[in-house]
């Protein structure tokens, strides 16, 4: 996100606009009754501070007060402005962690609070009988297992301060929000249970979303031959679990051409042939496709991507910085986004824009980056997108065309190792940021 100011000598300069962090409140309880060590604190304590990506993590040891847990709960929702809020408590009886589904509109316990309170009724006289969590359970209960600890469902939360602050944050709270019962140290060892607790943590703010490379060898000016490469290497992807299939730059048509004459002939606007037949697949297989493809508007051509929704929204970028061929035929585009997708915030970068300071400056806050590519070289791009923040997808072409062999090296960047190249579905797992950021509450 960019800003321009101009100085009083005419000057313009250029600001960068970082959105708000995510925040994910985590709470635990203080000891309470024989419970001398609290393990649903204990677990959350060492989440406190950490960074994930832009996600903050607080962690905050709540009370066992009926008068003071509600009160210090509502306190850091209001301070902190979270996201999303995930509370934990013991439950001294259970053997597995539990995933409580509903908080009851009750008090009930015969247990005293610290400070020697019971309390016996409804909690809000003109409420409902029950709240529904409003956590992704099945998305933690899988995290959880692959975490190695037990786990199980449960619509019971009791009647003391477990359920009295799950009703609470259910009450008060918009984004969000749920309660997770864990079962003391002799029942799980204190490590597995800091291990589940930090992947439950992570399945509430990151959603692990797979992303495919199509990596096609288009062929050049067959237009509708390259369309139906995209829609045979799509219907894999999305067979294989994908959610977006991203294709290589001037994916539709290929990209040696000689002359603006020769690339009209394939050029379409935005909206043309090519986009409405992406726009049904992408609708048919509820895939989000990104493709390249000469774009004409006007009386001018330019290399653009378009970004098509399975709902048929377009989000088009046109290439801001030209490398080699498009020299002969492309005007200098004016960008496009980052843009605010139900996917989260996308941007768009094409092949060689990834080589300058500013278009990576512009990645702040974008939570991907796609890049359509026709990546020339032996090495990949992976030094060139070292100074892009957060994770970058790329797609590359495979093939030869005007003498150039395409390596293939599409794939995710900046979170771990470069992929291997000549894959013509390369498939990667993008942990999508799951939660709001404050100012978007």
Request: charged share 25%; proline share 7%; net charge neutral.
């Amino acid at each position: 996100m960019t800003t321009h100011l101009e100085t009083a000598r005419g000057s313009l300069i250029t600001i960068f606009l970082v959105p708000p962090l995510r925040r994910l409140l985590l709470t635990g309880f203080e000891p309470f009754g024989e419970v001398t060590v609290n393990p649903s604190w204990e677990a959350v304590r060492p989440l406190d501070g950490e960074l994930w990506g832009d996600v903050l993590v607080r962690a905050v040891r709540l009370p066992v007060s009926y008068a003071r847990g509600p009160a210090r709960l509502r306190e850091e929702i209001e301070n902190f402005r979270p996201g999303a809020v995930a509370m934990f408590g013991v439950a001294q009886k259970r053997s597995a962690i539990s995933l409580e589904r509903f908080a009851a509109n009750r008090c009930d316990a015969a247990t005293a609070d610290n400070d020697g309170t019971t309390r016996a009724g409804k909690i809000d006289e003109s409420g409902p009988e029950r709240r529904e969590s409003t956590l992704p359970i099945a998305r933690i209960e899988q995290a959880l297992r692959r975490a190695g600890a037990p786990v199980a469902d449960s619509e019971d939360a009791g009647g003391f301060l477990c359920n009295r602050v799950f009703w609470e944050a259910l009450s008060t709270f918009r984004g969000p929000a749920g309660f997770v019962h864990v079962p003391p140290f002799e029942a799980v060892p204190r490590e597995l249970l800091e291990r589940a607790v930090r992947a439950a943590a992570r399945a509430v703010a990151f959603e692990e979303v797979i992303l495919a490379a199509g990596q096609i060898a288009p062929v050049p000016g067959d237009v509708p031959k390259n369309l139906a490469s995209i829609e045979r290497v799509a219907r894999r992807a999305r067979a294989d679990g994908a959610r977006l299939a991203l294709f290589p730059e001037l994916a539709a048509t290929g990209l040696a051409f000689g002359s603006a004459a020769e690339a009209r002939k394939v050029a379409e606007p935005a909206d043309g042939p090519s986009f409405k037949r992406v726009a049904a697949l992408a609708k048919e297989l509820d895939l989000w496709i990104a493709y390249g493809f000469v774009e004409s508007h006007r009386r001018a051509l330019f290399n653009s991507a378009s970004l098509v929704s399975p709902a048929g929204d377009r989000f088009l970028y046109r290439k801001r910085r030209l490398y080699g061929h498009d020299y002969n035929w492309a005007s200098e585009g004016d960008g496009g986004g980052p843009f605010d997708t139900a996917l989260g915030r996308i941007g768009i970068a094409i092949c060689h824009d990834v080589v300058y300071s500013d278009i990576a400056a512009e990645s702040a806050g974008v939570d991907l980056t796609l890049m359509p590519t026709n990546w020339i070289g032996e090495e990949g791009p992976a030094a060139s997108l070292r100074g892009f923040r957060g994770p970058v997808f790329a797609a590359d072409r495979t093939g030869e065309e005007d003498g150039i062999a395409f390596q293939g090296r599409g794939g995710m960047y900046n979170v771990a190792d470069p992929p291997p190249p000549g894959r013509e579905i390369a498939l990667a797992t993008w942990h999508r940021p799951a939660i709001a950021r404050s100012s978007e509450l």
